[in-house]
């Protein structure tokens, strides 16, 4: 089953790219404007002097091209693979999990921690905001801590 470019990004919605900035404004301050959304919530912005991607399941920030025709490019070779995981969205599609308009898929348990992977069981579909709101917030509690720290979550309402 072929994948194409409409399953594999998704277009949030204002409220969402609001989110996206007070949920990661620790990381990425403010000078950046959104330019491509992956269906894995992560996201691609460009900044004064490169084009990065923001992986929000392990809060890393990558340069990922100078400028946005080199990003286009890189976009139709290899990275597109590492970058959006299309075999791993046909296998979602296959067990019925599919994102609706201005959602995207989040992890049950992010891949920061060792229980979490990249495999259907470990991913559901939820609005946009939702996923950037929880991954900034996860990320920015937990950043100081050293690799193999025992962490405990608590979800309340």
């Known amino acids: 089953m072929a994948i194409g470019w409409s399953e594999l ?5 204002d409220e969402a790219v609001q989110t996206l900035r007070l949920s ?6 403010e000078d950046w404007s959104p330019i491509l959304f992956s269906i894995w919530g992560d996201v691609f912005i460009q900044r004064p ?35 959006f995981l299309p075999e791993l969205v046909g296998l979602l599609h296959a067990d019925g999990k599919r994102p609706a308009p201005g ?20 991913f559901k579909p939820v609005p946009a905001a939702e996923h950037f709101g929880l991954s900034g917030d996860l990320h920015r509690q937990i950043r100081d801590l050293e690799d193999g720290s025992t962490v405990r979550l608590t979800v309340s309402d």
């Open 49 to 83: 002097d490169s084009v990065a991607w923001l992986n929000t399941g392990t809060a890393e920030v990558t340069v990922v091209a100078t400028d946005q025709d080199q990003f286009r490019e890189r976009l139709m070779g290899e990275s597109h693979a590492d970058w």
């Open 24 to 29: 990661w404004a620790w990381l990425l301050g």
């Open 103 to 122: 959602e995207c898929f989040t992890y049950a348990i992010y891949p920061i921690f060792a229980e979490g992977k990249y495999v259907p069981e470990n």
């Open 9 to 13: 990004t998704f277009t949030p919605d």
